[in-house]
């Protein structure tokens, strides 16, 4: 495998692991309306699966790179959307709420939620760097030689002025 297959590997693998760090974290958020209401959790799930759009354009293109490269600039634009996103939500931290945490329940650590942040914007800032790193192939000389040349035609006659659908 090439470097890009193992880097695009490593960003497919970052994205859906991102996907289940902000689900969770979201989830610990709004626990309490959950358990009032579970019908949240699935509009939580409504939210976040948009998030999979990003992850199947980096399976395809660790499977073909030449056949799916245009899908490069959509998991960009993803990816700066993504950290922007996550700015908006560092920006509009609440000071109290930093040393606010929350648990999981394999690990016996508190988790901070400005920490899941900052560690998220920053993985998210290499994965983008290494995106924008890749360049788009442009057809080759022979592809474009051969590729077919069409003519033009002429069409020579009267032209009938009549509008379409006249029956007069």
Known sequence: MTKRKYSLLAILVWELLRIIIIFITLVSLISQSINS???????????????????????????????????????????????????????????????????LSFLDLPIYYFTVIITVTFFDLIFLVILLSYKLNKLEKEERDSLPEFSEIEVKGKIDTKEIGDNG
């Open 37 to 103: 209401n579970k019908q949240i959790l699935y509009w939580v799930l409504a939210v976040v699966s948009f998030q999979l759009i990003s992850p199947l354009a980096l399976l395809f293109l660790f499977i073909d790179w030449q056949r799916y490269q245009s899908y490069l600039n959509l998991v960009r634009v993803g990816k700066v959307l993504n950290i922007f996103s996550l700015v908006l939500v560092f920006f509009n931290f609440e000071p109290r709420r930093v040393i606010e945490t929350f648990y």
